[in-house]
């Protein structure tokens, strides 16, 4: 019999594999014991209040539905991890038609959502409540492609990017306040002011990366919010900054009762006073500020800055061989990112009319990488999609806003391990060859 007789079949790398089931059940036990014994302490206990007193209350119901499901899923995942080809691991098979079709007609795309958001607030099921909510998420989606910028296209992993939103909401806030800007005077100055944050950020950790990057811009965003608190001179500490103005069009202000020397929009127009028209006003602002910031970054990454920022992401080391500054880049990537943020929080500081310290706390930094981490790091459109999931899931009922951080923590882990390049990641060529002349 000759040697290639014996020699062993080659197996097909495309080929199932096979799952090992004792062992399998084995780590899903132990995953479960895990989670059940981490769950107690976190979800187990409430504190409830009945006539006057506070007790203690538990809900180990919920334990053991959450210890079961990690049990259920660790297993599902080992199975599906086993039965499928090595190559169609993580790649999530089924959504690549999706994003192809995005990307081929991204400007199809982009008119049919613009149309719809043009058009949202007269829509037959647009309430007031739903049009503000449309609001919130476009101040998310300007955080999350401010960040984008940070972490999508430069590759700088920054925990502390609620530190620049404050910045800029406080700004604004002072400068409507005390000094009696208009909301677009005060605007620019305010995405100013966090641009210089950013830059004032972005000196200490020139020489660093990864997560020692990630801890000192953790620090920075406490170390912003723990000024907020005891600058009470400036800040106005834990009381936070009431009576903020709000913005007017073209003098006309959205009151019931004008101030001395205004005209309402009401009275302007000889119709009867509504609240929503406040609401839907505020809206088109914010959409028209989402707008202008999605087109200024989408020039810069077609620009030397944006090339640059994405050489920075790829190699550092190759980046300087090639003859390009890190630490221009770096500072660059950290000023306009953070310049973005700021033009958020001030929208955010004039739409609520109030701000406080408790609205910029690390949640807030969380909410807004995960919402960048899950659309996909330098997507556009992935952030949009992203940001309507993680801002409108929590408003769909009270046990989805109890356990959002739970939730956006699965959704977390099961991105990493479904698509770790997120929904609609897509990373355009930095160069295009054509074919050479026949």
């Known amino acids: 019999m000759s040697a290639d007789a014996n020699a062993a079949p080659l197996r097909n790398s495309s080929a199932p594999r096979g799952v090992a089931i004792f062992p399998l059940l084995k780590e899903s036990f132990l995953t479960g014991i895990v989670a059940l014994v981490l769950a107690i302490p976190l979800v187990g206990f409430r504190i409830v209040e009945s006539n006057g007193t506070t007790g203690l209350a538990t809900r180990f119901g919920w334990v053991g539905i959450g210890a079961g499901a990690v049990f259920l899923g660790r297993l599902a995942l080992g199975i ?14 089924w959504l690549e038609p999706v994003a192809r079709f995005g990307r081929r007609h991204a400007r199809i795309v982009a008119l049919v959502g613009l149309v719809v958001a043009l058009a949202w607030p007269a829509l037959p099921f647009a309430s007031r409540g739903i ?23 430069a590759g700088l992993l920054d925990l502390g990017y609620v530190a620049f939103y404050a910045v800029g909401a406080y700004s604004f806030a002072i400068l409507a306040s005390d000094l009696g800007l208009t909301f677009w005077e005060a605007l620019p100055i305010s995405g100013l002011l966090a641009a210089a944050a950013g830059v004032l950020l972005g000196f200490p950790v020139l020489r660093l990366r990864g997560d020692y990057l990630a801890i000192v811009t953790l620090g920075f965003g406490e170390i912003i919010h723990i000024l907020l608190l005891n600058w009470t001179s400036l800040t106005r500490g834990p009381n936070g900054i009431g009576d903020i103005p709000r913005p007017g069009l073209f003098g006309l202000v959205f009151e019931r009762r004008a101030p001395p020397g205004f005209t309402s929009f009401h009275d302007f127009l000889g119709v009867a006073f509504n609240p929503s028209q406040r609401i839907v006003f505020l809206y088109y602002v914010v959409l ?29 080391i190759a980046c300087r061989a090639l003859g390009i500054n890190p630490t221009n880049v770096k500072l660059s990537a950290f000023g306009i990112g953070a310049m973005l943020g700021g033009f958020a929080g001030a929208f955010f500081a004039t739409r609520q009319g109030f701000i406080s310290p408790e609205s910029f706390t690390f949640t807030e930094s969380a909410t807004i990488l ?9 997507s556009q459109m992935g952030v949009v999609l992203a940001a309507i999931l993680l801002v409108v899931l929590p408003e769909l009922g ?41």
Not at 80 to 93: D, F, I, K
Not at 131 to 153: F, H, K
Request: zero cysteines.
């Open 131 to 153: 049009v503000d909510l449309a609001t919130s998420v476009l101040i998310y989606v300007m955080l999350g492609w401010g960040l984008n910028v940070v972490v999508g296209l």
């Open 288 to 316: 028209a500020l989402a707008l202008m910031v999605n087109l200024f970054t989408l020039r810069l990454r077609r620009l030397p800055i944006g090339r640059a920022w994405e050489a920075l992401r790829e190699d550092e």
């Open 80 to 93: 599906w991890r086993g039965a499928m080809p090595p190559r169609a691991v993580g790649g999530a098979s």
């Open 398 to 438: 009270r046990e989805f806003a109890e356990f959002r951080m739970l939730i956006f923590g699965a959704a977390m882990v099961l991105i990493m391990v479904w698509r770790p390049q997120g929904l609609l990641a897509h990373r355009a060529p930095s160069l295009r060859l054509n074919a050479p002349p026949p």
């Open 370 to 378: 995960a919402i960048v981490v899950l659309g996909g790091m330098g």
